[in-house]
């Protein structure tokens, strides 16, 4: 059994931030000297912002987004395009559509996917207040920007069959090489998915 190298309070931020996606132990043992080192320019504002947010970052009762209002800032913009809703797995990639500014329009987050091999089935993301949404917003088309696994398109197909006997163009995100793409780097899927929804030049 290794000895103990610092103090519990030491070993409590480090076992924290190790849970942090992305940091194993040794990150955060790195990460966590490294706030030590920069006590007051970084740690002492980081507890203070992580006070902050945990008193009031809140999650939007409409779209599932996080902000410090409900509804959040995106729900409450009058400029977005108010017929087209944006369903999105999390809340990431909310934000990733966001930072690319390719379109102002509503979200719905589900929270995750449906994944039969794991037990996670349609009442364990937020799927039963998607067609109320769809219906009090009179939505015209839903765009499923969900991701191109076997998870994400099983969610895709369920909500298709979800919203099929409402009025609603379904629409999904393109699937194939990315800007910048070269053929020779791209795996197999990536490519196989370009060719079958080829576009007219």
Known sequence: MAERIAGPEIERLIQLLARLPGLGPRSARRVALHLIRKKEELLGPLADAMAVARERIMTCSECGNVDTSDPCTICSDSRREPGVLVVVETVADLWALERAGAI?????????????????????????????????????????????????????????????????????????????????????GTLSAAIRQRTTF
Not at 159 to 165: C, H, K, M, R
């Open 104 to 188: 102002r329009a509503r979200y719905h987050v589900l929270g995750g996917t449906l994944s039969p091999l794991d037990g996670i089935g349609p009442r364990d993301i937020n799927l039963e207040s998607l067609v109320p949404h769809v219906l009090q917003r009179e939505i015209r088309e839903v765009i499923l920007a969900v991701n191109a696994t076997v998870d994400g398109q099983t969610t895709a197909h369920y909500v298709t069959d979800l919203l099929a006997p409402h009025e609603v163009k379904v629409t999904r995100l393109a699937h194939g090489v990315p800007v910048g793409g070269e053929l020779d780097y791209l795996d197999d």
